[in-house]
């Protein structure tokens, strides 16, 4: 079932008429020093500081990291990222395409070395993978595999490579559902029960830690939402899990701690409540003439007001205004003295997609929001 | 954790189109080698070096006589399944997976080396035996005698050939694994190494003769004919030994420092 609730959040309140004054800009979004309009690079500086105000113990950490730096030849792909990823959270990470996600994933994972920086993992020093990949289990992009094995012998190759006991198989198949095809070859299973397999991999060596890269794809609706329990079932037994998507959706439901990066850089990082606390809410109003949407626009900006015009998939254009539910009575008034009669006023909540956007500065759809597979609840 | 590696590597190749196709395809082409030899053999006189006559099969080196032309065809496979195993670990992407449960990189590939190369000795030395079986039951329909093969001598120049041919088939074993892993296509670099040696070093050898002595190829050939016209066997034992240290010192290198984007 799509789930609305990944859609944008929308509280239809009642539009009234009573004087009341605009509050200042700095007083509705009291962390923000500035009149001005927020720039991306000004909300990251602001996230940065008030997020960072409760950074989890170094002791409490599964993964720690500190300039991580890497360099294609000229090319600068993760450029001095820090990580924080607290014992027992589940993290998502974010990005754009191409934002360096799955090079760090591969230089956490000892697969690429760094140019520069250092970390540790489940106490580990990041130089010397062998020290932690024993307590690491991760699914690295789509799942890749032995195409004439069958899935057990594909999930023997690692056992016996990793020192582990053969028969954990037949339990990690069950727990994925696949142990009733375990015997097939793997080039007949579908991209969902390949995706499976992946996982059932990364649990082998029952990890303290797991890393698991677009750990969705491919799997049907029904996949995504046994996916999502999965995920939380692990982290409820004391796993770490570090989940890299592009589904935001799926972030926000599944991770309780977040990291966003965009060219190689931290733009966010700390709890997804953290992050939604620090993004004001919007109201969504529509004038009664069309005509006079850009009118209105112009009113509220010369009131200090951040606007922007939505034109929605379907239904009229509305004007989108970031200030919440109780600004709504002096949005209404002022549009009133300008003789516009408003016949909808409703409040919505910030997604993370649109969060994302506005750190990322991205407006692309390199990464998928709330309409695309990661709305199923 | 050598061991780890190398068990996990049989996995792989214990399936069975890669045992049927290596294991079954040598049995098949050295017994139909054999059946070929025996019944186009005249009976009496020295015969030619392709095809002794029976009075020559008769002798106590008779058994081995063939030997010596399989040395290519057991290289090639070698050579062909060893870049195969490493290489499709690139191309299927499956590399990444296997570093995480094994990160250190010279033990995964020593025990992925045995692996493969422990495979294509068992593939030789079965479809030696079965063969053998072959000559045995051809020899008693062309009423050759087989007491000498069996004699002292004969088994001693038996396990020679044998052992002069594992050492080749390992040899190849080493280039393909270098070869694969430096590719890392494995249809390219079958294709790639099979090229050189039947091409390449065919066509050096015939326009530059002298340079015969040193090529890998033709060195290995010799290690596997326990010496022939060009060059000795201690000389082609310890010069490709050089090439091949240097090859797995090199590759062994470039697995451990290379970083992994497949």
């Not at chain 1, 690079?41 to 960072?52: F, T």
């Not at chain 2, 214990?14 to 009976?43: H, N, P, Y």
């Not at chain 2, 095809?51 to 062909?80: K, M």
């Amino acid at each position: 079932m799509l789930s609305s609730s990944l859609r944008w959040k929308t509280r239809v309140i009642e539009t009234h008429t009573e004087s009341r004054e605009v509050i200042p800009r700095d007083d509705f979004w009291p962390s923000i020093s500035s009149r001005e309009p927020l720039s991306v690079d000004a909300s990251i500086l602001n996230l940065q500081r008030v997020l960072d105000l409760n950074p989890p113990a170094s002791s409490d950490l599964a993964v720690s990291a500190s300039g991580l730096t890497k360099r294609f030849g000229e090319r600068t792909v993760v450029d001095a990222l820090d990580l924080a990823i607290p014992r027992g959270s589940v993290c998502g990470f974010v990005g754009p395409n191409g934002a360096g996600k799955t090079t760090t994933i591969r230089m956490l994972l000892g697969l690429v070395q760094p140019s520069a920086g250092s970390g540790s993992i489940l106490g580990g020093d990041l130089s010397q993978p062998q020290s932690y990949l024993h307590k690491v289990g991760a699914l690295i992009e789509s799942p890749a595999f032995y195409p004439q094995l069958s899935g057990k012998n594909n999930l023997l190759v690692l056992a016996r490579l990793g020192g582990i006991d053969a028969a954990t198989i037949a339990s990690i198949l069950d727990r994925v559902g696949l142990l009733q095809r375990s015997t097939d070859l793997y080039r007949s299973y579908s991209l969902g029960m390949k995706q499976r397999l992946g996982i059932a991999a990364a649990l082998l060596a029952a990890p303290e830690l797991l890393i698991l890269d677009e750990p969705t794809n491919g799997l049907d609706p029904a996949g995504i939402v046994e996916m999502r329990d999965l995920i939380r079932s692990l982290a409820d037994e004391g796993m770490t899990v570090f989940v890299s998507s592009h589904l935001l959706a799926e972030i926000e439901h599944i991770c309780d701690r977040l990291i966003m990066i965009s060219d190689g850089k931290t733009v966010f990082q700390g709890e997804v409540a953290q992050l939604r606390a620090t993004r004001g809410d919007e109201l969504v109003l529509r004038p009664e003439v069309a005509a006079s949407l850009a009118s209105l626009a112009a009113v509220l900006r010369q009131a200090g007001f951040t606007v922007r015009i939505e034109e929605p998939s379907s239904g009229p254009e509305t004007l989108v205004v970031e200030a919440g539910s109780d600004q709504a009575a002096a949005l209404n008034r002022m549009a009133m003295e300008a003789n516009i009669t408003l016949i909808h006023i409703s409040e919505r909540a910030r997604s993370l997609e649109e969060a994302f956007f506005e750190l990322t500065g991205s407006h692309s759809r390199d990464v998928a929001t709330t309409h695309s597979l990661g709305g199923v609840k | 954790m050598i061991f780890n590696a190398f068990r996990s590597e049989w996995v792989k190749l214990r399936r069975t189109t890669l045992v049927l196709g290596v294991f079954g395809g040598l049995t098949v082409a050295a017994s139909l080698f054999v059946v070929l030899l025996f019944s186009q053999a005249a009976a009496v006189g020295p015969g030619s070096a392709d095809l002794p006559s029976l009075q020559v099969l008769a002798q106590p080196n008779g058994l081995i006589h063939g030997v010596d032309r399989v040395v290519v065809l057991l290289g090639i496979v070698a050579f062909g399944v060893a870049a195969f195993q490493i290489a499709s670990e690139y191309s299927l992407g499956t590399l990444r997976q296997v570093l995480v449960r094994q990160p250190r990189r010279r033990i995964l590939l020593a025990g992925k080396y045995l692996g493969v190369i422990s495979f294509v000795v068992a593939a030789v030395v079965f479809a030696s035996v079965v063969a053998g079986g072959v000559a045995v039951v051809m020899a008693h329909l062309r009423h050759v005698p087989v007491g000498a093969w069996f004699g002292v001598t004969g088994i001693k120049d038996l396990t020679t050939a044998l052992g002069e041919l594992l050492l080749a088939v390992v040899g190849f074993g080493t280039l393909g694994l270098a070869v694969g892993l430096f590719l890392r296509s494995a249809v390219f670099a079958v294709i790639a190494g099979l090229a050189y040696l039947i091409a390449v070093e065919s066509i050096v050898g015939r326009v530059l003769p002298a340079l015969n002595r040193w090529l890998p190829g033709q060195l290995l050939l010799g290690v596997g004919q326990g010496g022939n016209t060009t060059t000795t066997f201690p000389r082609a034992l310890i010069v490709s030994g050089i090439y091949l240290v240097g090859v797995a010192v090199v590759t062994a290198h470039a697995f451990a420092r290379r970083d992994v984007t497949a």
